[in-house]
């Protein structure tokens, strides 16, 4: 933590003075503390850290919400039921930020007929600092007092006011504290009003709103995550009018010129896209992966409607997550072993992890083994205290993991249930599953764990539809739902498991992570060319599902993926598992289908390969022409 010398220190020192701000609406940095909803929230935890690591100065903005992300409970029918425990603040890692009176520090945002006051908590992720606001304050009405209360409000009026708090009483919530960043990277578009507290000060400053808006522009990058519609929020514009008309004079714009900033013509009628908003003040745009990024240059087509689809100025940078958060002790020790010492200092390098062909068979096997043990210890331990503590249905235990074996083949599937994600895609022929699954001296087990948005009848549907099939005797408890996912879950089962399962419907995953963090502790991934599995497939580091196209019928992509699935199962997956070399009786094929899985998909999607290339394709670019603009204001 305190040392000087640093990959940013040896390699940009120019950064030293002016530090990035990074907005976004979650952060996954722990179980504890639930201010988060999924892959995006952990993606942005994970940057911190990363940029933690490398001592780049980052500065970060978000919400603590006080009830967090909902606790998953299944009943017996398979229902999901979200309960909301409101967050003990004095348990948890966050310290308050006190003004000079030792009263509560609190910026104030206008919304319609009043203020809102937020107040500030900080956390100290290593080195970087993260901000949250909270507008649970005294001197606010109950109901706005509420506004910062949940993850992703169905309600458009909360909806729109906390997004107008987190941009805008973001941007003066650094301000108080000092901070002059000189680059604002927005991680998705909910944070996207920013651009017009920015534009405000600077009109306040005599520049004109054009002159404004190229600056900001300069000095903004903007990433957006997803091709799914519920991903990018978008307002009707009568709501914009009740909540900005008081902005126009500020922002020496009439109501035709700001609905411009976000507009999204439907057939339907226009709406205000925060995307949108964003993409039009940034001049560093990028998605996630390769293939979202094609994604995102067509779906945005329409912004730069000049340029061929390939120009659209939208690039990618594919995601990675931060190895100290998600390698298991006990691999993290081996590597230590094996891969020489402070190879954390240099782990997105690919020559560090050639030294894996070194690890003897035995010592990795044992690792697993232990790894595997721990799951299902895990899962015993989960269904204990179900057991006693509520009224479950005995059959809900077997549903729980209880029956499964800990060193027969295992593959994980757990992730938000989305419709899009297809988890029931492995269940399409269930008669051949049940038939691959209980074979004798070969069984498969399967666990399934996830939410779904609470306002997302068919993910939840989807839940039952999985939860209905595993409580089937047929299967001999051999698959398995767990509750509550959530990033202590994910860690059990994303090092626990031999296989990591990914079957979303192509090509909605803009780039997914967790099959990274698996990678990593030796499972092996078996998913659709999708998002990051595309770049991280080499033909022998796991196994691809279905083939690199796009589909125009999804019911015949869901049926081509399907057979693929089984029949890769069938023939590929299930007999290298159970092929044990005569030798040692180690299951030698797979160990090294493994070891090339780690070595190769490691470095690769690292988070210090991730926020390296954040710095050095768009950061700096934002930094130059910030500087080069600072200079001739100067002048
Ligand atoms: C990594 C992670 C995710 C994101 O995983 P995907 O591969 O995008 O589905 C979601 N939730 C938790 C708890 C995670 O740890």
């Not at 029918?77 to 509560?104: C, M, N, T, V």
Request: glycine content about 8%; aromatic content about 10%; proline content about 5%.
């Amino acid at each position: 933590m305190n040392a000087e010398d640093t990959w940013c220190s040896r390699n940009h020192p120019e950064y030293n003075h002016r530090p990035i701000a990074y907005f976004s609406t979650e952060f996954g940095l722990h179980e504890t503390l639930p201010i988060y909803a999924g892959g995006l929230g952990i993606l942005s935890g994970d940057h911190l850290k990363g940029a933690s690591d490398l001592g780049l100065p980052l500065v970060a903005v978000g919400f603590l919400y006080t009830h967090g992300y909902f606790s998953q409970h299944i009943t017996e029918d398979g229902w999901q039921e979200a309960h909301y425990l409101r967050l003990k603040f004095e348990d948890l890692p966050i310290l308050p930020i006190l003004g000079s009176d030792d009263e509560p520090l609190t910026v104030s945002v206008e919304l319609p007929g009043r203020e809102v006051q937020a107040r500030l908590w900080e956390i100290h992720v290593g080195r970087v600092r993260l901000y949250l606001l909270d507008s649970d304050v005294e001197g606010n009405s109950v109901a706005d007092r509420e506004l910062t209360a949940r993850l992703y409000s169905s309600d458009l009026d909360s909806r729109i006011s906390q997004e107008i708090i987190l941009g805008i009483g973001g941007v003066r919530a650094l301000r108080i504290l000092g901070y002059n960043p000189s680059v604002f990277h927005l991680n998705e578009g909910h944070s996207a009003f920013l651009n017009l507290e920015r534009a405000k000060e600077m009109i306040a400053s005599g520049h004109t709103f054009e002159e404004a808006n190229e600056q900001i522009c300069d000095s903004s990058i903007f990433t957006t995550h997803t091709p799914v519609p519920a991903g990018n929020d978008e307002f009707p514009e009568w709501l914009i009018e009740k909540y900005f008309s008081n902005l126009l004079p500020d922002l020496e714009l009439d109501r035709e010129q700001f609905f411009n900033l976000g507009r999204n013509p439907h057939p339907w009628g226009n709406t205000f896209s925060m995307p949108i908003l964003a993409f039009q003040m940034s001049r560093y745009r990028n998605g996630v992966s390769e293939l979202h990024g094609q994604v995102a240059r067509d779906m945005w087509h329409h912004l730069w409607p000049d340029v061929r689809v390939d120009d659209v100025p939208i690039t990618h940078i594919t995601n990675g997550v931060h190895s100290g958060s998600w390698l298991a002790r006990r691999m993290r020790n081996l590597l230590d072993e094996y891969l020489g010492k402070n190879w954390m200092e240099s782990l997105d390098e690919n020559q560090v992890w050639e030294a894996v062909e070194n690890i003897p068979d035995g010592e990795l096997w044992e690792v697993r083994r232990h790894l595997k043990r721990k799951l299902a210890h895990y899962m015993r331990e989960r269904a204990r205290d179900q057991w006693l503590n509520d009224s479950v249905h005995p059959v809900q235990v077997v549903a729980s993991g209880v029956l499964l074996d800990p060193y027969a083949l295992t593959i994980g599937f757990a992730r938000r249930f989305a419709t899009y994600k297809r988890a029931n895609l492995i269940l399409r022929d269930l008669g051949r599953l049940l038939d691959l699954i209980n074979r004798p001296n070969m069984p498969v087990q399967i666990i399934f764990a996830g939410k779904s948005h609470p306002a997302d009848e068919p993910g939840k549907m989807l839940i039952q539809e999985v939860y209905r099939i595993v409580k089937k005797a047929e299967n001999g408890g051999r698959l398995v739902f767990l509750e509550d996912y959530d990033m202590n879950l994910a860690r059990y089962l994303l090092q626990g498991v031999d296989v990591w399962l990914n079957t979303p419907r192509r090509p909605h995953e803009a780039s997914g992570t967790s099959g990274m963090k698996a990678a990593m502790n030796g499972v092996i991934n078996f998913s659709v060319l999708d998002g990051w599995w595309r770049e991280g497939y080499n033909g022998s580091n796991g196994w691809a599902i279905g083939r690199d196209v796009d589909y125009d019928n999804p019911n015949q992509q869901d049926e081509e993926d399907a057979i693929s699935l089984y029949d890769i199962l069938e023939n590929q997956i299930i007999p290298l598992y159970y092929k044990k070399r005569s030798s040692d009786g180690l299951p030698g094929e797979w160990i090294s289908m493994m070891k090339e899985s780690i070595r190769t998909l490691s470095p690769q999607f690292s988070m210090r390969r991730m926020v390296k290339e954040y710095v050095e394709q768009l950061y700096i670019k934002a930094l130059q022409a910030e500087s080069i603009k600072t200079i001739s204001t100067i002048e």
